[in-house]
């Protein structure tokens, strides 16, 4: 999952991105509101964390510019403003949660893969396909009850995939999940992940669906991709 936190405090923005990262999230820091709304723009991302008091341009104008262009990418306010006031015109303005500094980091986290489920589509707190279940909040693979030690970006491929069987993900949108900016992406990092994940949770878990990418089937495969050809 890819993040965009948009904080212009150096020291808070570095806490918050380790703790992120720690996670396994992929995280881009922005310090200014511009410079978020250009990357919006141009990058996808699974939820955008964003403070109120930016320079240049300010967060809630970040916020409703986004929302203008009918996105729906989870959006977490995390600010110093912690007047009634303030939080309602945040929600108002199409904030799905508000968390206010100085904030637990835990409590962050739990915020944040809150809003990540509820992006995805789902209420479940862990992820299941048959006898394998990964948990988002402890960063467990198991198989058939047994734990499995997956490396950071094998959980990050697995988590992306296995939120929502059945859709497809091609090698570059996960990709896009993987890495942040900056960071050297090999060209066939995501096909070394995937065989990591299949040869310790199954070879069956996750489909090549030809030409398109890659999906962890669901109950009904050929109804949900009935011109793909899956090997």
Partial sequence: MRILLVEDDSMIGEVVQDALRAEHYAVDWIRDGASAQSALATTPYDLL????GLPRTDGLTVLRALRAKKKTLP??????RDAVADRVRGLDAGADDYIVKPYDLDELLA?????????????????????????????????AGAGVPLSAREWAVL???????????????LEDKLYAWGEEV????????????RRKLGAALIENVRGLGYSVPNSNPVETLPKAVRT
């Fill in 49 to 52: 964390l964003l403070d109120l």
């Fill in 75 to 80: 959006v977490l306010i995390a600010t110093a």
């Fill in 111 to 143: 915020r944040v893969r809150a809003l990540l489920r509820r992006g995805q589509g789902g209420a479940e707190t862990t992820y299941q396909w048959r006898d394998v279940r990964i948990d988002p909040a402890t960063h467990t693979a198991s198989r």
């Fill in 186 to 197: 090999s060209s066939n990092a995501v096909e070394v992940y995937i065989h990591g994940i």
């Fill in 159 to 173: 988590q992306a995939l296995l939120a929502r069987p059945g859709r497809v993900l091609s090698r570059e949108q």
